[in-house]
């Protein structure tokens, strides 16, 4: 149980264009999922929170114009990359707080952002 | 303020021979505890939780991790380390005050050498 997808694993785009990221809960609902991108080498760095029909609660330095955030459903949040550069290549990790207590996140297997 | 220490880039271990990967936290209240294991271009894997209770938890794969609250540590380990047990591990803590923000250390890298 409490397994975590993301579509796509992988994407190349081009500058400029605007790239969306699925996570699904695939056998539990989740009111709350996470956003996370991870630079090469380094930690997870919490982008937003969102909650199931409200708007996603973005940490400080984070866009939310670029980096939109939908969660239109208790089983499915997107990520738009809007206008992507170079520089928002990345590895994107969202995950959804579990069932019975919500002490525990599980994470979507990530999706490799590269943008040329 | 939340914060998670894992004062060792990477640790080397025979193996066979038992491992332990690091962890401090910082925060207010009491605390929320987990350990994730991440294997290369994938997302992370749960693999244990302190939330109160027994000290000692115990979780997948052969893993335990002890929460001390005096030196606000909560150590991971294993009593003999597997080849596959090689990768990328976080430890990560979240206040019980509220909220869901969990706050993930910057990773211990675990090589494991037969």
């Known amino acids: 149980g409490a397994v975590v997808s993301q579509h796509p694993s992988r994407v190349i785009c081009k500058s400029g264009t605007s790239v969306k990221i699925e996570c699904r809960s695939l056998?539990?609902?989740?009111?709350?999922m996470f956003w996370y991108r991870q630079f090469p080498k380094q930690s997870l760095m919490l982008m937003a929170t969102?909650?199931?029909?409200?708007?996603?609660?973005?940490e400080q330095g984070v866009e939310k114009d670029k980096f939109l955030i939908n969660h239109a459903s208790l089983t499915l949040s997107t990520l738009t990359v809007t206008s992507a550069h170079p520089e928002d290549s990345s590895f994107y990790i969202c995950?959804?707080?579990?069932?019975?207590?919500?002490?525990?996140?599980?994470f979507g297997p990530g999706t490799r952002l590269l943008v040329l | 303020a939340q914060s998670v220490a894992q004062p060792e880039d990477q640790v080397n271990v025979a193996e066979g021979n038992p491992l332990t990967v690091k962890c401090t936290y910082s925060?207010?209240?009491?605390?929320?505890l987990f350990w994730y294991v991440q294997y290369p271009n994938r997302g992370l894997q749960f693999l244990l939780k302190?939330?109160?209770?027994?000290?000692l938890v115990k979780g997948s794969y052969g893993f335990e991790a002890e929460f001390n609250k005096s030196q606000t540590s909560f150590h991971l380990k294993k009593p003999s380390a597997l080849v596959s047990d090689s990768a990328l591990y976080f430890c990560?803590?979240?206040?019980?005050?509220?909220?869901?923000?969990?706050?993930f250390g910057a990773g211990t890298r675990l090589f494991v050498k037969a």
């Open positions: 969102s909650n199931e029909g409200s708007k996603a609660t973005y």
């Open positions: 302190y939330i109160t209770g027994d000290n």
């Open positions: 925060v207010s209240g009491n605390p929320y």
């Open positions: 995950s959804a707080l579990g069932q019975g207590g919500a002490e525990t996140q599980y």
């Open positions: 056998d539990f609902q989740a009111t709350t």
């Open positions: 990560a803590v979240r206040a019980n005050t509220g909220g869901f923000k969990t706050i």
